[in-house]
């Protein structure tokens, strides 16, 4: 069975660190790429970042760039997103994704829950 499980949310304060898991199980993560979005109060959901598996390429969206890391621990099955320097509009419902190929770009079709990140004073 195909699964992915965020966890590693929670309230922060502004200018504080995070760091975001995604556990994967049923298939191995490290020949897939994997994408992290968020989706504040209000908004649509967009795109964080993402990770090839097959050249390791990373990608950020603008508004994180600088501020947010991608890793893959291949021997936990899981994927990280560290979060730095957090601003009150970084709050949202951090969700981790796959569509089951080697690199971004592709629709998304595995999805976890999601995970609640709290930026405020």
């Known amino acids: 069975q195909v699964q992915l499980v965020e966890s590693g949310g929670g309230l922060v304060q502004p200018g504080g660190s995070l760091r975001l898991s995604c556990a994967a199980s049923?298939?191995?993560?490290?020949?897939?790429?994997i994408g992290w979005f968020r989706q504040a109060p209000g908004k649509e959901r967009e795109g964080v970042s993402c990770r090839n598996s097959r050249d390791g390429r990373q990608y950020y969206a603008d508004s994180v760039k600088g501020r947010f890391t991608i890793s893959r621990d291949n021997a936990k099955n899981t994927v990280y997103l560290q979060m730095n320097s957090l601003k009150p509009e970084d709050t949202a419902v951090y969700y981790c994704?796959?569509?089951?190929?080697?690199?971004?770009?592709?629709?998304?079709?595995?999805w976890g829950q999601g995970t609640q990140v709290t930026v405020s004073s």
């Open positions: 994704a796959t569509a089951m190929y080697s690199s971004c770009g592709y629709e998304y079709t595995y």
């Open positions: 049923g298939f191995t993560l490290d020949a897939y790429a």
